[in-house]
T-cell receptor
Framework: DTAVSQTPKYLVTQMGNDKSIKCEQN?????MYWYKQDSKKFLKIMFSYNNKELIINETVPNRFSPKSPDKAHLNLHINSLELGDSAVYFC??????????????FGPGTRLLVL | GENVEQHPSTLSVQEGDSAVIKCTYS??????FPWYKQELGKRPQLIID?????GEKKDQRIAVTLNKTAKHFSLHITETQPEDSAVYFCAALSMYSGGGADGLTFGKGTHLIIQP
């Protein structure tokens, strides 16, 4: 199933580098999200993006910046990568943000390893 | 912000028995509560969800109950099978002050092990 897709699947890079992860959804959804899953499997919301409105989790460092070229895409750019950024990053999308449209569908994840 | 607590962290049951996973949440404004199943190396997959205007929902062997007064919801799996082995996450939809949703707040997960 390719409703929500991410590239790359794996990303190994050196500390200090800048990298991007791409996400695309073909569900016609209006809202997209980025989540981080750490080594203990904790899943945490990083951003949500709806109709050009970006909502940021206050705990996310400003080295992380989402970019949305259009409604179907929400890319994640990370500057000056740190060891602690190593995690699995999941993109997700939902139809909207009102009752009945909240169901979120996840992408396959991008496994980032910072050396 | 929202805080979701999930118990137990690990649950081992005999095949055919029932499994129950419990969650509590803190934000009384939350009104949507999904459950996700995540197999090793895979994405979280929605298995069932419930909205705050409903107390119970069932889909074959899976059921979810919600007690809004107590801010408590539970996942029930009956007649467990080996393929039910996975990590299960509960979540609550967090609301920000502007009235929209800023993403799901997840519990820390329950590793469900089905013993043959």
């Amino acid at each position: 199933d390719t409703a929500v897709s991410q590239t790359p699947k794996y990303l190994v890079t050196q500390m200090g580098n800048d990298k991007s992860i791409k996400c695309e959804q073909n569900l016609g959804h209006d809202t997209m999200y980025w989540y981080k899953q750490d080594s203990k499997k904790f899943l945490k919301i990083m951003f949500s993006y709806n109709n050009k409105e970006l909502i940021i989790n206050e705990t996310v460092p400003n080295r992380f910046s989402p970019k949305s070229p259009d409604k179907a895409h929400l890319n994640l750019h990370i500057n000056s990568l740190e060891l602690g950024d190593s995690a699995v990053y999941f993109c997700a999308s939902s139809q909207g943000r009102v009752p009945g449209q909240e169901t979120q569908y996840f992408g396959p994840g991008t496994r980032l390893l910072v050396l | 912000g929202e805080n979701v607590e999930q118990h137990p962290s690990t649950l081992s049951v005999q095949e055919g028995d029932s499994a129950v996973i419990k969650c509590t949440y803190s934000d009384s404004a939350s009104n949507y509560f999904p459950w996700y199943k995540q197999e090793l190396g895979k994405r979280p997959q929605l298995i069932i969800d419930i909205r705050s205007n409903v107390g119970e929902k069932k889909d074959q062997r899976i059921a979810v109950t919600l007690n809004k007064t107590a801010k408590h919801f539970s996942l029930h799996i009956t007649e467990t099978q080996p393929e039910d082995s996975a990590v299960y996450f509960c979540a609550a939809l967090s609301m920000y002050s502007g009235g929209g949703a800023d993403g799901l707040t997840f519990g820390k997960g329950t590793h469900l092990i089905i013993q043959p």
